[in-house]
């Protein structure tokens, strides 16, 4: 049976990443503006306060794991009070030296180890649409030790580097993923997972795009009234069901294109579409361009 959570990680393609050692000592606060990219923050020592925009304040503690699904503006902290230096996060993501926050001199109050990765796939808001703006995990160790190895490597010049930098983003997202699994989740992918009426919709729908599912066949797998499905489904996922198969198969039509060299016609069949000109119909008011110009223009 299909994995969602690994359709989803396959499709996104990691790349690269980027990591360093951030610390600080004495009063200090840092003001982040928006960076729009996937960033990630592992508390190796100490404590701090994270304020990330709209949300309520968290305060990290050493083990934590925090991920940004898109890096919306931020400020961290020791929670003193303190007016916070103004930081460019693109030329902060630029530098290759560990940064300092607060007194420069003596051993730091805190130690996290913070990065941003890079992702192959065209659409660059599947991640955040799976996730709320701000994950936070506390006491899963084995994130904390995949970030360890991430940085390690990335530090390192072995042979092989950039496909075991690939094979631990792949590892990291998925274990976010596991971690942030629950019903108390916003709705959207792994919220429908944590439900066991919808977790085999989901699962059947993700296996078999091209089958030709309706609102009572799915409804039939959840053991539901076709009703009563569709309100618990759009409740739960954050759309309605043919709106999500339907950026399901366009998420992986873009794939068959850009990156499987599938003709117009055969990503049409594989995802559904008996008639070539309803596919690029579909496609074009999805995607904003014809999938002959999307092939094209990945060449």
């Known amino acids: 049976m299909s994995d969602p959570l690994s359709d989803i990680v396959h499709l996104l393609r990691p790349r690269a990443v980027f990591s360093k050692g951030i610390s600080g000592a004495g009063t200090w606060a840092v003001r982040y503006t928006e960076f729009g990219e996937p960033s990630f923050c592992v508390v190796l020592e100490g404590n701090c306060l994270l304020t990330v925009d709209g949300l309520a304040p968290v305060a990290l503690r050493a083990g934590d794991f925090v991920l940004l699904p898109a890096t919306p503006g931020f400020t961290l902290g020791n929670g003193g009070t303190h007016l916070p ?42 991640l955040a649409s799976l996730l709320p ?85 799915l409804a039939k797998l959840a053991a539901l009234s076709r009703s009563a499905f569709f309100d618990r489904f759009t409740r739960h996922v954050g759309v309605a069901p043919m709106e999500y198969l339907l950026s399901w198969r366009m998420a992986l039509a873009r794939d068959l294109l850009r990156h499987q060299d599938a003709s117009v016609g055969e990503a049409a069949e594989r995802v559904g579409y008996g008639s070539l000109s309803a596919f690029s119909a579909a496609f074009s008011r999805y995607v904003g361009m014809s999938p002959r110009r999307y092939a094209r223009e990945g060449e």
Request: cysteine-free; charged content about 25%; overall charge negative.
């Open 85 to 126: 230096t103004r930081i460019d996060p693109h030329a902060a993501a630029a530098r290759t030296t560990d940064i300092r926050h607060g007194d420069p001199d003596g051993p730091p109050d805190v130690r996290l180890l913070g990065g941003w990765f890079q992702f192959d796939a065209h659409d660059p808001a599947l």
């Open 133 to 217: 703006a701000l994950v936070h995990v506390r006491g899963q160790t084995r994130l904390s030790m995949l970030v360890r190895l991430l940085r390690e490597e990335a530090d390192a010049d072995q042979p092989g580097r950039g496909i075991v930098l690939a094979r631990l983003i792949d590892l990291l997202l998925v274990e976010t993923l596991r971690a942030s699994a629950g019903d108390d989740n916003p709705p959207g992918l792994l919220r429908g997972l944590a439900d066991a009426r919808l977790a085999p919709t989901l699962r059947e729908m993700h296996a078999r795009p091209a089958h030709g599912w309706t609102v009572a066949q």
